[in-house]
Nanobody
Framework: QVQLVESGGALVQPGGSLRLSCAAS????????MGWFRQAPGKEREFVAA????????YYADSTKGRFTISRDNAKNTVYLQMNSLKPEDTAVYYC?????????????????WGQGTQVTVSS
């Protein structure tokens, strides 16, 4: 089992960039696929991006493809989300999640391990 702590959320202007980090505790981090999700006020949580345990595969929501990049450093037990060209509609609480299977993580993360979230606000 891992425990997850997100950081890096902030207030940023439209068009700006931000990098989120998710630090994991535990020795088994490299066994997990990792993902980022977000939840805006009054909306359901939605998938943002995911990465396999070996970094060989990455997946993105259509709304973030080409603007966001997910990466991980297994030596540091950390997964990152680089967000560029931010838009007001990217405003949300961003959560990282860990799940053994990347397909399950993306489609049905009900049993995933979740962090507490970090707030991202895109506004002028």
């Amino acid at each position: 089992q891992v425990q997850l702590v997100e950081s890096g959320g902030a207030l940023v202007q439209p068009g700006g960039s931000l990098r989120l980090s998710c630090a994991a505790s535990g020795r088994t981090f490299s066994r997990y696929a990792m993902g980022w999700f977000r939840q805006a006020p009054g909306k359901e949580r939605e998938f943002v991006a995911a990465i396999s345990w070996s970094s060989s595969s990455t997946y993105y929501a259509d709304s973030t493809k080409g603007r966001f990049t997910i990466s991980r450093d297994n030596a540091k037990n950390t997964v990152y989300l680089q967000m560029n060209s931010l838009k007001p509609e990217d405003t949300a609480v961003y959560y990282c999640a860990a799940e053994v299977g990347i397909g399950t993580l993306i489609s049905s993360p009900v049993s995933a391990t979740w962090g507490q979230g970090t707030q991202v606000t895109v506004s002028s």
